[in-house]
Structure formats: structure tokens, C-alpha cells
């Protein structure tokens, strides 16, 4: 990389001093905690216990837990030194190589975007489960304008909104899990339930071996994905050096508390050979079942509101950080510029726009039905969130690299992550082998279903294509660790 390349790269690299920074620590909070507990816990986990077995869910969990930590520490401390809205492709490009930022910053809003119209199209599905015969475009054109209102009136609105999506979501998980350890304890007698103690998962916790735990490790890392978004919002937090590290500490625990509790639960009370446990309806929800077997009769309703409140917090999540990215993008050169502009109150309205345009996707449930355009969506988006995982992971431990080799001490940095090196090389094994083993998932009985495979790993070429291409026609190579740009120009 010559010198007048690296001067453009610091030039375009500048920080957003248009952006407001409304986000208090209490949003910051939220945002992460929001965007990580969703229908992941409530309906996948029953999935992941049917074929996994409780500890082989458990273990799964944990172990995907684990990696989401150090990802968590990695990012805080990048982000809490450097926060810019766009972290993820502005670290690429400063730690590793500008092509390198470049895919990261596309895969990242690729992923909301699609997010977005996917999270639209599920909402539809469930406002049906009232209203069967209504209307899937006007479901979907009104939360879609509903997120855009959100989000172009002010940070602070989305973080506020955010913050009571998200408290709806915990305080269903709080109220579950009570009443789940009351019922474990015989407490709270349930009706259909009998508690066996520690039963479900002493006496055969791994029914499927070890390749099973591997086959829900994808369902495991979907679940925590969203956890990320506390780097995104970095760039507009009050006071990034003081509430990041403050969100990082109490975030991560807090999920793992909750994801490890209810999973526990459910599999002590719920058999995992029960076969609603992997039929993805909100109907049959362990939440449900348990809410239900519990005496609680409006539970299939109540749980639905829910998980409604959750797809609409995880499409205003998308929309926000996928316009923040796009924004970020286009300053930096890597988009149109006109992508870049501001209003008064800070918001990028054009890169916002765009990016809702992709929730027009959501409308197709008109022509080809709600669940078959959602589960394309869905397939759409596969393994992206791992992708830029990946990607927090290589350039923490560049940015590490290049901090001790241009003489700098550790003790310039706000917020230090634990246990450099092994926490971004155990990420970046996690995160391959995650990628890796994803062909599990359509391999069933000697018999290989492509179809599935090529739809998960959709996102892998993509990915590739676009770092490949920006590499040929740029020509730009490995940052050499002494060229690294470690400091904001804030």
C-alpha cells in the first residue's frame, strides 16, 4: 500500500462529528440485550434441546456463550479506544487491509438489511395467528413505516424504544424462569408437567452424541447475535469511554444468566423427545408449553405479543444499524457519497431509506406466502452474523499486534480485554468450526439435502466476492503492523 493510498484511508477515515451522541448507558444496555433475546430463546431452544438433548443444548449454549464473551471484551476494547458507528468496517480496514473492511462493512449491512425484511415478514405471521385473514402488505408497510418513524426522529428515539422493547423481553424470561424454578422445586404445582429433579439431564443429558451438540451450535450462535450492535452504537453513546466498557461488563453475563437458566429449565420440565419442541410455532413454544402447563391459560396469546415485540425490536435494531453502516460506508468512499448526508438532527435519511427499501422484500408474502418468503430470508442472511464475528476477532488481535509493535503500552488503553491472545484465537477456532459444521445441519440419515447447504452457505461466497473483487481491482494488500491507524481522529 503506497502513500498516497494510506493518506485517502486516514482522510476518509474521519470521525462522524455529524452523528449525535444520545445514547445513554442504560440504551446501550438494551440495545445489546435486545437485540440478542429473541426468538432465538423463545422458539429455537426448543429446537436445540429436541436435537441436542439438555446438555447437549446446555453445552452448546455455553460453549458459543464462551467465544460471545471474549467477541464482547475484543470489541469493547476497539470500540471503547475507537468508537466510530462503523467498527466493524472502519477496525477491517485500519487493522488488516482496506478490501478486507470493505466486505466486512457490506456483509454487516447485507445481514440487517435482510434481517429487516425477514423480521417484517415473520411480524405479519404472527399478527395472523388474531387476524387470519388479513392483509400481509398492510401488516408489513405498517411496522415497516412504524421502525422508519423510529428511527427518523432521533438516536435517542430508537434508544428509547429499544430500551422498552427490550424490557418486555426480560421480564417474560424473569417471570419464566421463576415460575419454572418453582415448578422444578414443587412449589408451584403444574398441571401436565411433573418436576423429576435434576432427572431430564443426569441421566442421559447427550441422547445424540457430540455431533449433535456441533449440528445446534448455528442455532446457539443466532441466538447471541445482536450482541454486536453495542459497537455500532458506540459512535453515538454520550460517553463511549465510560459507558461501552460499563455495557460489556454487565451485557454479556446478564444474556448468558438468562439463556442458560431457561434452557435449564426446559429441559428439566419439558422431555426433550417432546416433538413440539422443534416445530418452531409460537403454539408450541417451550415458553408456551410451560406457561400453559403452569395453569396460565392465556399463555399461547401472551407469548405471542411477545415474541411480536421482540421481531419488532430486532427489525428496528436492523434498521438502525444497517443505516449506520451504510452511512459509514459512504463516508469512507466505500458507497456513494450521497449516502453520507446528514439532517439537522443527525440522521442519515438517504443511507436510512435505502436501507428500508430492502423491507419491501417483506411484501412478497403476498405472491408466494408469509412462512415460504420468510424462510428465504432467512436462508438469505445464513451464516453472515458469523461472518462479522470472524471479522471482530482477526482485527482485535491485529489491532493488539500492531499496538505492541508500534511501542505503545497497554496502559493507554480505557478498557483492556482479558486473556490476549487466547480470547480472539478461540473466537476465530469457534467461528470456523461454527462455519464448518453448518454442513451438518443437511446431512440426515447418509442422505445430503444441497438444497440446504446451499442456502446456509449463501453468505460465504457472497462475502468472498466482494473482498476478492475490491482486492483485484484496488490491488491493496496486508496493512503492515507499523501502518496500522490506531487512534480516532476525533
Not at 437485540?35 to 441436542?52: C, P, Q, V
Not at 456483509?107 to 387476524?131: C, G, H, P, Q, R
Not at 408456551?288 to 419488532?312: Q, R
Request: proline fraction near 3%; charge should be positive.
Amino acid at each position: 500500500m503506497n502513500e498516497t493510498e494510506c493518506a485517502f484511508l486516514l482522510e476518509q477515515n474521519k470521525s462522524q462529528k455529524g452523528l449525535r451522541r444520545g445514547l445513554k448507558a442504560r440504551h446501550l444496555t438494551m440495545i445489546s440485550l435486545g437485540g440478542s433475546i429473541g426468538t432465538g430463546l423463545f422458539l429455537a431452544s426448543g429446537g436445540a434441546i429436541y436435537n441436542a438433548g439438555p446438555g447437549g443444548a446446555l453445552l452448546a449454549y455455553a460453549l458459543i456463550g464462551i467465544m460471545v464473551y471474549f467477541l464482547m471484551t475484543s470489541l469493547g476494547e476497539m470500540a471503547t479506544h475507537m468508537p466510530v458507528s462503523g467498527t466493524f468496517s472502519t477496525y477491517g480496514s485500519r487493522f488488516v487491509e482496506p478490501s478486507f473492511g470493505f466486505a466486512i462493512g457490506w456483509n454487516y449491512w447485507y445481514n440487517w438489511a435482510i434481517t429487516l425484511a425477514a423480521e417484517l415478514s415473520a411480524a405479519t405471521l404472527i399478527l395472523k395467528f388474531w387476524l387470519p385473514g388479513s392483509s400481509s402488505v398492510f401488516w408489513s408497510a405498517l411496522f415497516l413505516a412504524l421502525l422508519i418513524a423510529l428511527n427518523l426522529l432521533s438516536v435517542r428515539s430508537y434508544g428509547e424504544s429499544e430500551f422498552w422493547f427490550a424490557m418486555i423481553k426480560i421480564i417474560t424470561v424473569i417471570v419464566f424462569i421463576v415460575v419454572g424454578l418453582l415448578m422444578i422445586f414443587g412449589i408451584w404445582r403444574g398441571d401436565g408437567i411433573e418436576s423429576t429433579g435434576f432427572a431430564n439431564l443426569t441421566d442421559n443429558p447427550f441422547p445424540f452424541g457430540i455431533l449433535a451438540v456441533l449440528g445446534v451450535f448455528m442455532a446457539a450462535g443466532f441466538s447471541f447475535q445482536g450482541t454486536e450492535l453495542v459497537g455500532v452504537a458506540a459512535g453515538e453513546s454520550e460517553d463511549p469511554r465510560r459507558n461501552v466498557p460499563r455495557a460489556i461488563r454487565t451485557i454479556f453475563w446478564r444474556i448468558l444468566l438468562f439463556y442458560m437458566l431457561a434452557i435449564l429449565i426446559i429441559g428439566l420440565l419439558i422431555p426433550h423427545t417432546t416433538p413440539e419442541l422443534a416445530s418452531g410455532e409460537i403454539a408450541t413454544s417451550p415458553f408456551t408449553i410451560l406457561f400453559e402447563k403452569a395453569g396460565l391459560s392465556i399463555a399461547a396469546s401472551v407469548m405471542n405479543a411477545v415474541i411480536l415485540t421482540s421481531l419488532l425490536s430486532a427489525g428496528n435494531s436492523g434498521l438502525y444499524a444497517s443505516t449506520r453502516m451504510l452511512y459509514v460506508l459512504a463516508k469512507e468512499g466505500k458507497a456513494p457519497r450521497w449516502l453520507a448526508r446528514l439532517n439537522k438532527r443527525g440522521i442519515p435519511v438517504p443511507a436510512l431509506l435505502v436501507t428500508s427499501a430492502f423491507g419491501l422484500l417483506a411484501f412478497l408474502a403476498s405472491f408466494f406466502g408469509d412462512g415460504v418468503v420468510y424462510v428465504w430470508l432467512l436462508n438469505a442472511s445464513g451464516m453472515t452474523g458469523f461472518i462479522v464475528w470472524l471479522g471482530i476477532a482477526i482485527s482485535h488481535y491485529r489491532f493488539r499486534r500492531a499496538w505492541a509493535a508500534q511501542g505503545r503500552s497497554l496502559d493507554e488503553l480505557t478498557y483492556k480485554a482479558k486473556w490476549f491472545p487466547f480470547g480472539p484465537i478461540l473466537a476465530i477456532a469457534l467461528c470456523s468450526l461454527v462455519i464448518i459444521g453448518q454442513f451438518i445441519g443437511g446431512v440426515s440419515e447418509g442422505k445430503i439435502d444441497w438444497a440446504y447447504i446451499a442456502a446456509s452457505y449463501f453468505g460465504l461466497p457472497l462475502f468472498l466476492a466482494i473482498w476478492l473483487g475490491h482486492k483485484w481491482k484496488h490491488k491493496t494488500k496486508l496493512l503492515k503492523l507499523e501502518e496500522c491507524q490506531l487512534d480516532s481522529e476525533e
